[in-house]
């Protein structure tokens, strides 16, 4: 009864999941033995197989103009016999005639020798060199050694040698036959299977082709025809358009050779025609002949570098003009796929394999697309890719390669726009990064890398298109009108820098800024006068709650600023985003770039057109100010805290300052920045300056720090009058910066007097900047 167990039939696909590998390699050993040895049937198939794919055009042609298929078949069958007798007969006759004409050849190549050797300079050097070591060869082989004469004895009579001569019997006359006819028979009886091959191929082909969709499809019609399909359709076009192509470059190298003067010049234009089928070794061996022959003939040197210089022009002309016209790169098959796949058919087949390399490693490849088993045979052989773009642009951001990332970008960015790869390829590459960090498979630092580099390829992308359209001037104004806020971590920044340039190439203002720039305390401090939208960039699957907390501390600002939200982790058109609009409070969700750069820049020529001038308010809703208890802070006083830290900030020239007090009763949202660093400051209750933070080993390494996009750090604790840390004041900056003594001693003092108006119910009295001072 075991076998009635359900559970008994959930174990076999395993077993044969994990048998495939071994019984697909068994296969594919078997098959190249079958090839081997079997050489001597499957050779003639396999070339009438090949001549089938030619032929069949012409039959299909005649029985458009209803002649039967036998007689369609023997027509084209016959004319091709007609054609490829008529080429041997003038190979022969060019064969015979060149046997002549050696003995004069071989007298000029030995004048030629003879010439170099007086007229180089080291001629005597080399002679002498020559015979010293033939002379020593022979005293090696004893050749050289002297036989004593023998002595007659006195009275004996010296005989003279005698002369044997060894000749060989008349052959008899099944002996000359065969002898003559033996080496041919080979060929002829190959040349008789290929014809029979042919014929019968052209007359059963659809039989043919409904027997092997019956054998290889396993059930499965629409694969196994494809395959068939898509195999005929590249073996024939690459046949027939090889074909062209040889034609074109040997017609034209006969009549070149002819006029030259080189012998038997139809004979190498033959050659060079037929050779060429050899991938990449064709050519050379096709030159190599009229090349040997132009020494022999010419007693100077003008005919060879005539010949020369002609197989050079043809291949040059051949390879950059004529074949990518005809066909391309139609085969499908990589250039070191054709270099592997001619040394195993040779191995295999011998000549005749070299020459069939190309078509039958094209089946191969197209089987492997269809087959699952086979498959790493079309990724390794073909040439399509088998990375996505954005797989590659990401592959390239992991491994810090920015020459080839920033190749694929301008390649990208020439064959449609900047947008499109933004959209396409750069965007995609970093959600594949985001979900690496979801999945915790992704260190860091590799992230941090990720971003830093994507980064650069827009800087390098954005001086790529001004190069290409110099004349085209991007609009610029005194103040960004778009303000681009990095959401969470610094992949989101790499996203924000990619909609600030392609607004930018429409000629709008925009500014970027990292993601601790919307950070609780920094919020406040944004200079938001003259904008007119603000986008928020998002790789977090679920944004909502961080983009709702600044929109709706902004918006009280400026009210007349148009909010939106790139949420880049959602598909385009799956309707989330209206929903998503409702749950962030922004005016507009953005799913692509086109969508976002569209709408952002109807906001900004609408604001221009109506000549709106923004108003920023300081925030006012009590609900949204954290109730400071120990610190004994009101709505109000919160207020004049931020407007503190902006003054503070201004006084040390920085983007950001920020002062955080303890508070376990607070409901702001917290960021993990400020949990980091200023731990450190409170912990250690003193001075921490960090002049950036990437080589510091205290922060080099922690994601909450570096993801916020912070390079510059210095925080002073802020002490009660008995001594006691509640909180600490930092400056923050995007980049690194020296911050000497002095200026540790002046934030101290600034940090004294504020917490002296923090006890005092803040009345404060900074003081102002140096500049300001003088």
Not at 64 to 74: G, N, T
Not at 505 to 515: F, H, M
């Amino acid at each position: 009864m075991a076998d009635l167990n359900p559970a008994s039939p959930q174990r076999l696909p395993a077993v044969q999941t994990a048998a495939s590998p071994i019984l697909t390699a068994g296969s594919i050993v078997l098959a190249i033995g079958a090839l081997y040895f079997g050489s001597e049937i499957f050779v003639p198939f396999a070339l009438a197989i090949l001549l089938s794919f030619i032929l069949t055009p012409m039959v299909n042609w005649l029985r458009r103009w209803r002649v039967p298929r036998i007689a369609a078949v023997l027509m084209a069958v016959s004319l091709a016999f007609v054609v490829v007798t008529g080429v041997a007969l003038v190979i022969g006759r060019q064969l015979v005639q060149l046997a002549d004409n050696l003995p004069k050849y071989q007298t000029t190549i030995t004048e030629k020798i003879h010439s170099l050797r007086e007229s180089a300079p080291g001629g005597s050097v080399v002679s002498k060199v020559t015979t010293t070591v033939e002379d020593l060869g022979k005293e090696i082989s004893g050749g050289n050694k002297k036989s004593e004469p023998v002595q007659p004895r006195l009275g004996s009579r010296v005989e003279e040698p005698v002369t044997v001569r060894l000749e060989a019997p008349q052959p008899r006359p099944l002996e000359l036959i065969r002898s003559v006819v033996g080496p041919l028979l080979a060929p002829l009886a190959t040349a008789g299977l290929v014809v029979i091959f042919v014929i019968f191929v052209l007359l059963e082909r659809e039989d043919l082709r409904d027997r092997f969709i019956k054998l290889a499809g396993a059930g499965d019609l629409q694969k196994s025809t494809q395959a068939i399909n898509d195999a005929a359709t590249r073996v024939s076009r690459y046949l027939v358009m090889q074909l062209i192509v040889n034609l074109t470059y040997g017609i034209p190298i006969g009549i070149a050779l002819y006029f030259v003067g080189v012998p038997n010049a139809i004979l190498w234009g033959l050659l060079a025609a037929v050779l060429r089928f050899i991938p990449y070794l064709g050519p050379f061996l096709a030159a190599l002949f009229p090349i040997a022959l132009a020494i022999a003939v010419d007693p100077g040197w003008t005919m060879l570098f005539w010949v020369v210089g002609l197989f050079l022009v043809a291949e040059l002309i051949s390879n950059n003009v004529i074949e990518p016209w005809l066909y391309g790169s139609s085969t499908g098959l990589s250039s070191l796929a054709i270099i592997i796949a001619a040394i195993f058919w040779t191995m295999l087949w011998g000549p005749v394999g070299l020459f069939l390399s190309t078509p039958l490693t094209v089946c191969v490849v197209v089987i492997g697309r269809y087959v699952p088993q086979l498959e790493f045979l079309g990724i390794l052989l073909g040439s399509d890719p088998v990375l996505a773009p954005e797989e590659q642009l990401y592959q390239r951001l992991l491994a810090g390669n920015v020459e080839e990332a920033v190749e694929i970008a301008e390649d990208y960015v020439d064959a449609c726009s900047s947008r499109e790869f933004y959209d396409n390829v750069a965007i995609p590459a970093l959600r594949l990064a985001e979900n690496d960090r979801q999945r915790n498979t992704s260190d860091t630092n590799y992230r941090r890398l990720v971003a830093d580099t994507a980064v650069f390829v827009v800087r390098e992308v954005e001086d790529h298109v001004r190069e290409k359209a110099p004349d085209e001037e991007n609009l610029t104004a005194e103040r960004p009108s778009i303000l681009c806020l990095a959401g969470r971590t610094e992949l989101d920044h790499a996203a924000a820098e990619m909609i600030a340039q392609v607004l930018q190439e429409r000629g709008l203002s925009a500014k970027v800024l990292p993601p601790i720039a919307v950070s609780q305390g920094a919020l406040g401090q944004l200079d938001l006068q003259g904008i007119d939208a603000v986008c928020l960039s998002y790789f977090h699957p679920q944004p909502q709650v961080y983009a709702r907390y600044a929109f709706r501390r902004l918006r009280r600002r400026a009210p007349h600023v148009k909010f939106a939200v790139c949420c880049w982790n959602l598909a385009a058109g799956t309707g989330q985003t209206e929903e998503l609009k409702r749950q962030t409070a922004a005016d507009a969700v953005f799913a692509s770039l086109q969508a976002c750069t569209d709408q952002i820049a109807e906001w900004t020529h609408r604001a221009a057109a109506r000549g709106e001038a923004l108003q920023v308010v300081s925030e006012t809703e009590p609900t949204q100010v954290a109730p400071l208890h120990r610190a004994g802070l009101t709505a109000v006083q919160r207020q004049e805290l931020d407007h503190a830290s902006r003054k503070i900030a201004q006084a040390f020239e920085v983007p950001i300052a920020l002062v955080s007090l303890n508070d376990s009763g607070s409901q702001e949202v917290n960021d993990a920045h400020e949990n980091s660093l200023d731990a450190h400051v409170i912990a250690a209750n003193d001075v921490l300056v960090s002049e950036d933070v990437t080589e510091d080993p205290r922060f080099a390494d922690d994601p909450r720090v570096l993801e916020k996009g912070i390079r510059f750090y210095a925080g002073v604790p802020l002490r009660t009058s008995s001594g006691e840390a509640i909180g600490c004041l930092c400056l923050v900056d995007m980049q690194p910066r020296n911050f000497p003594d002095q200026e540790r001693q002046r934030l101290q003092e600034m940090a004294g007097k504020l917490m002296v108006d923090i006890e005092k119910g803040l009345s404060l009295s900074l003081p102002p900047r140096p500049s300001d001072a003088a």
